[in-house]
């Protein structure tokens, strides 16, 4: 069945460091993602998205990379900040669906 | 900048009541959803609505649930019967494109509490 994972449920960095949030995701139909950040009593908010037909995407301080290959995404926060101390959510969906399919999320705390 | 709103914020009822909780979509914007998150787990889609139907929904959207935009600005979530399983974050969320791509933007959530 489709379902979309996460590796890690917790990471911990310092504040400037760079950090990577990794998701694993089994519908190989699968043809757009997305990573959603959710801060604490909020709802998700869109950080960056990509399709299928591409492997790398770069927004302000955020890449995602994406490897169809093995079905694995990727969010690199550069620099992180206080402020992206969040959990943050891959999401998948393909061409003609109209929900997405959220992973488990990963808890990111931004040590000083 | 233009918001998904939703209301209440917090809602606690008794097993077996009735709950509505309501959105206002971005104005603009076509595809509306309702997802759902129990507490430290991961989002949930319940339904989309787009065209004034239904036009996908998931095995959680069973005969106690139904959506209705009544006006040209609201959509509700209507749970007939509640119970103590659907205490959970109710997200709406809408989109203006057509496809299964475009941004998706969120609402605050509606905490329901079933006691």
């Known amino acids: 069945g489709e379902s979309v994972g996460l590796h890690l449920p917790t990471l911990s960095v310092q504040e400037g460091d760079n950090s990577i949030i990794n998701c694993a995701y089994s519908n190989s139909a699968s043809d757009y993602f997305i990573w959603y950040k959710q801060e604490s009593g909020k709802g998700p908010q869109f950080i960056i998205d990509?399709?299928?037909?591409?492997d790398k995407r770069q927004g302000q301080r955020v890449t995602v990379l994406l490897n169809k290959t093995v079905k694995h995404l990727s969010l690199q926060i550069a620099a992180t900040q206080p402020g992206d101390s969040a959990v943050y959510f891959c999401?998948?969906?393909?061409?003609?669906?109209?929900?997405?399919?959220f992973g488990q999320g990963t808890r990111l705390t931004i040590n000083p | 900048e233009p918001e998904v709103t939703q209301t209440p914020s917090h809602q606690v009822t008794q097993m077996g009541q009735e709950v509505i909780l309501r959105c206002v979509p971005i104005?603009?914007?076509?595809?509306f959803y309702w997802y759902r998150q129990i507490l430290g787990q991961k989002v949930e889609f319940l339904v989309s609505?787009?065209?004034?139907?239904?036009?996908?929904k998931s095995e959680i959207f069973d005969d106690q649930f139904s959506v209705e935009r009544p006006d040209g600005s609201n959509f509700t979530l209507k749970i007939r019967s509640t119970k103590l399983e659907d205490s959970a974050m109710y997200f709406c969320?809408?989109?203006?494109?057509?496809?299964?791509?475009?941004?998706?933007?969120f609402g605050e959530g509606s905490r329901l509490t079933v006691l």
């Open positions: 990509i399709r299928s037909n591409m």
């Open positions: 104005s603009n914007h076509l595809y």
């Open positions: 609505f787009y065209n004034n139907e239904i036009s996908e």
């Open positions: 999401a998948e969906t393909y061409q003609g669906a109209q929900k997405l399919v």
């Open positions: 969320a809408s989109r203006q494109g057509s496809g299964n791509t475009g941004e998706l933007f």
